[in-house]
């Protein structure tokens, strides 16, 4: 099955500075690539998606890109808020799976003033 | 917009006693996934439904079963509760299998 590694597993940052979380997958099948946000007692939160046919997608402060080929994809946050401190986890899912969502450890940002 | 609703938001058992998580998916979503989530951990899948057949089973212990109704809300009852069940279950829901995920706020349950 799907096997997804998620580095680092804590990330500290200053107030302004960008935050980059970098994740590998193992099944080449893979063609969906989520990121979630987690805040203390709550749901994962979708924050942005890519799809397999698509190398880079930017929505305001985040970024992902994917490489395919090396399997890694990478969140990029930039100009950090301290609001931005939460669990951050990538997932990946293929379609014939059912979409099922195979999640890396988790990294925990915390953003200082 | 209306969200993937969860109910309850905590529950505590006993072991060896049942507990039945309810979840109720965005409307008109016909998909519901099931993620176990223990403390620290990154969730764990574990039985997903397409309009109301088990679409997916990942690492659900057999002493869990599921099911989605008519309305497609979906319950996961759980038997035999053991200490080691105690986690953050979500539920979450997508048009089709193949959309986007939306998360609940998840039912905490501890077992003592």
């Known amino acids: 099955g799907e096997n997804v590694e998620q580095h680092p597993s804590t990330l500290s940052v200053q107030e302004g500075d960008s935050a980059v979380i970098k994740c590998t997958y193992s099944?080449?099948?893979?063609?969906?690539f989520p990121w979630y946000k987690q805040e203390l007692g709550k749901g994962p939160q979708l924050i942005i998606d890519?799809?397999?046919?698509?190398g880079e997608k930017k929505d305001q402060r985040i970024a992902v890109t994917l490489n395919k080929t090396a399997k890694h994809f990478s969140l990029h946050i930039t100009e950090t808020q301290p609001e931005d401190s939460a669990v951050y986890f990538c997932?990946?899912?293929?379609?014939?799976?059912?979409?099922?969502?195979?999640f890396g450890g988790g990294t925990r940002v915390l953003v200082k003033p | 917009a209306a969200g993937v609703i969860q109910s309850p938001r905590h529950l505590i058992k006993e072991k060896r006693e049942t507990a039945t998580l309810k979840c109720y998916p965005i409307?008109?979503?016909?998909?519901v996934y099931w993620y176990q989530q223990g403390p620290g951990q990154d969730p764990q899948f574990l039985i997903s439904f397409y309009e109301k057949m088990q679409s997916d089973k990942g690492s659900i212990p057999d002493r869990f079963s599921a099911q989605q109704f008519s309305d497609y809300h979906s319950e996961l009852n759980m038997s035999s509760l053991e200490l080691g069940d105690s986690a953050l279950y979500f539920c979450a829901s997508s048009l089709g299998p193949g959309g986007g995920y939306t998360f609940g706020s998840g039912t905490r349950l501890t077992v003592v």
């Open positions: 890519i799809r397999s046919n698509v």
């Open positions: 409307p008109r979503h016909d998909t």
């Open positions: 099944d080449s099948a893979s063609n969906y």
């Open positions: 997932a990946a899912s293929t379609q014939a799976a059912g979409n099922k969502l195979t």
